[in-house]
């Protein structure tokens, strides 16, 4: 048994060691436990959307400038919605935004953040640990992990569960609403004959919305989302065949398509914490919310759960891990979360309804959208920044 001074964080994905990096900034002292080697991550090519507050908090932890040279820049969004005309445009330009996002690999996200951790003595990483339960008390919470087969455990005023949401079910008084949309995620990158201009691509069709993002100088990263039973063949089909399917459902605008890389598919669900009684616990990141990424949302609430749960850490005005202090960031974080997954659920539902009159709705809809400048800056301020 070790008794830790340290917040204990259990996960060292990009939300774990944000907040790690967030809180060694202010002088606080965490142990990240991660279950895979450090580095492990590093050459994950998943395609993250960064949001433009996103880059603001990379930039506060000053590891932007290392990430910049990876990242894409998005400066229109083009949203369209296949057998219709109506469709919208957003420029960054009209925001005064630099971009409106950008795309950047999971593992040169997870590079420069191992490699910033690494920076800080006050940040102690523990690779290769599993933790296997989170008890917790009226004085700390306790986790238990595994390393090598030899079972340790840290008390800490505060355990901070950011896992990804897909390792530990059964800590007492957590509770999650699940719904399962029946649909998966079909992701790769693929080439086209034209160059993207800095354009990500949000396209609608009756089986699900499809992503096509800029990612580096050529290419474009992909993620096709559709009921499971249509999905789940495209991974098998030749190289040609599926593209000359993406292509029918996709349309023109880019071109034919030339290339596409190795296909992976998951499955696509909407969780979020109910309001549960965890004393000296909290859960961030896709551990406490996961959505469709149709709108690119999901890593980016997560980074502001880090952000907001490493202000509160540091008020010392207030009991580390006490009732009052989680209380106060749930509130704090209960908007920002509820928004992303309404936003994100209602754009999933209206979408891929074929009902009749509804699609011709849509149509009219995405052109009257086009049309109303505070109702699109509404919405770029609520994707780049989550206000
Ligand atoms: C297969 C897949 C594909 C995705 N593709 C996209 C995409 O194309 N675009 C997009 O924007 N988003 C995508 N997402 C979502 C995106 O990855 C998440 O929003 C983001 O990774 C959330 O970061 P996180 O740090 O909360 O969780 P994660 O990135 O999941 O990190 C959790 C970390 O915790 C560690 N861990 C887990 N259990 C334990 C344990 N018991 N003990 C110790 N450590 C543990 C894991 O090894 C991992 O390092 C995808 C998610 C998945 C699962």
Same mark, same amino acid.
């Given at each position: 048994?070790?008794?830790?001074?340290?917040?204990?964080?259990?996960?060292?994905?990009?939300?774990?060691?944000?907040?790690?990096? %967030?809180?060694?900034?202010?002088?606080?002292?965490?142990?990240? *436990?991660?279950?895979?080697? #450090?580095?492990?991550?590093?050459?994950?090519?998943?395609?993250?959307?960064?949001?433009?507050?996103?880059?603001?908090?990379?930039?506060? *932890?000053?590891?932007?400038?290392?990430?910049?040279? !990876?990242?894409?820049?998005?400066?229109?969004?083009?949203?369209? #919605?296949?057998?219709?005309?109506?469709?919208?445009?957003?420029?960054?330009?009209?925001?005064?935004?630099?971009?409106?996002?950008?795309?950047?690999?999971?593992?040169?996200?997870?590079?420069?953040?191992?490699?910033?951790?690494?920076?800080?003595?006050?940040?102690?990483?523990?690779?290769?640990? #599993?933790?296997?339960?989170?008890? !917790?008390?009226?004085?700390?919470?306790?986790?238990?992990?595994?390393? !090598?087969?030899?079972?340790?455990?840290?008390?800490?005023?505060?355990?901070?569960?950011?896992?990804?949401?897909?390792? %530990?079910?059964?800590?007492?008084?957590?509770? &999650?609403?699940?719904?399962?949309?029946?649909?998966?995620?079909?992701?790769?990158?693929?080439?086209?004959? *034209?160059?993207?201009?800095?354009?990500?691509?949000?396209?609608?069709?009756?089986?699900?919305?499809?992503?096509?993002?800029?990612?580096?100088? &050529?290419?474009?990263?992909?993620?096709?989302?559709?009921?499971?039973?249509?999905?789940?063949?495209?991974?098998?089909?030749?190289?040609?065949?599926?593209?000359? #399917?993406?292509?029918?459902?996709?349309?023109?605008?880019?071109?034919?398509?030339?290339?596409?890389?190795?296909?992976?598919?998951?499955?696509?669900?909407?969780?979020?914490?109910?309001?549960?009684?965890?004393?000296?616990?909290?859960?961030?990141?896709?551990?406490?919310?996961?959505?469709?990424?149709?709108?690119?949302?999901?890593?980016?609430?997560?980074?502001?759960?880090?952000?907001?749960?490493?202000?509160?850490?540091?008020?010392?005005?207030?009991?580390?891990?006490?009732?009052?202090?989680?209380?106060?960031?749930?509130?704090?974080?209960?908007?920002?979360?509820?928004?992303?997954?309404?936003?994100?659920?209602?754009?999933?539902?209206?979408?891929?309804?074929?009902?009749?009159?509804?699609?011709? *709705?849509?149509?009219?809809?995405?052109?009257?959208?086009?049309?109303?400048?505070?109702?699109?800056?509404?919405?770029?301020?609520?994707?780049?920044?989550?206000?």
């Amino acid at each position: 048994m070790h008794q830790s001074e340290n917040i204990v964080i259990v996960g060292g994905g990009p939300v774990g060691m944000v907040l790690s990096l %967030l809180l060694a900034k202010k002088n606080i002292a965490s142990t990240l *436990l991660e279950a895979r080697k #450090q580095g492990a991550a590093n050459q994950d090519t998943r395609a993250l959307a960064l949001s433009f507050g996103t880059r603001k908090i990379l930039e506060k *932890l000053g590891i932007w400038q290392a990430l910049a040279p !990876h990242a894409t820049a998005i400066n229109t969004i083009h949203v369209s #919605q296949k057998g219709s005309m109506g469709r919208s445009v957003l420029h960054a330009h009209d925001y005064n935004q630099e971009a409106l996002g950008y795309v950047l690999s999971y593992g040169a996200l997870c590079a420069a953040l191992n490699a910033e951790v690494m920076q800080f003595p006050m940040i102690q990483f523990i690779d290769e640990a #599993q933790a296997e339960a989170i008890t !917790h008390s009226a004085t700390c919470a306790t986790v238990r992990y595994n390393r !090598h087969g030899e079972l340790s455990q840290l008390e800490s005023a505060l355990a901070v569960l950011a896992d990804g949401g897909r390792s %530990l079910e059964e800590v007492p008084g957590l509770k &999650r609403d699940t719904k399962e949309y029946g649909h998966d995620a079909l992701i790769t990158k693929v080439r086209a004959e *034209l160059p993207h201009n800095n354009i990500a691509y949000e396209r609608f069709t009756a089986n699900g919305p499809m992503a096509l993002l800029p990612n580096g100088e &050529r290419d474009f990263s992909l993620v096709w989302t559709g009921k499971k039973e249509l999905i789940a063949p495209l991974l098998s089909v030749s190289d040609t065949e599926f593209l000359t #399917q993406f292509h029918a459902q996709f349309g023109d605008r880019v071109g034919r398509f030339l290339s596409v890389e190795k296909r992976m598919t998951f499955p696509l669900k909407l969780s979020q914490l109910q309001e549960g009684d965890t004393p000296h616990l909290v859960v961030i990141g896709n551990a406490a919310q996961t959505m469709h990424p149709v709108a690119g949302q999901g890593f980016n609430v997560g980074l502001r759960d880090a952000e907001v749960l490493a202000r509160h850490i540091a008020d010392t005005a207030i009991e580390l891990g006490g009732q009052a202090m989680l209380a106060a960031y749930r509130a704090n974080r209960k908007t920002d979360t509820k928004n992303g997954l309404l936003f994100t659920d209602f754009l999933v539902n209206i979408f891929s309804n074929d009902i009749l009159g509804i699609s011709a *709705l849509r149509s009219a809809g995405l052109g009257l959208f086009d049309l109303v400048k505070p109702v699109k800056r509404h919405l770029v301020s609520k994707m780049s920044f989550g206000k």
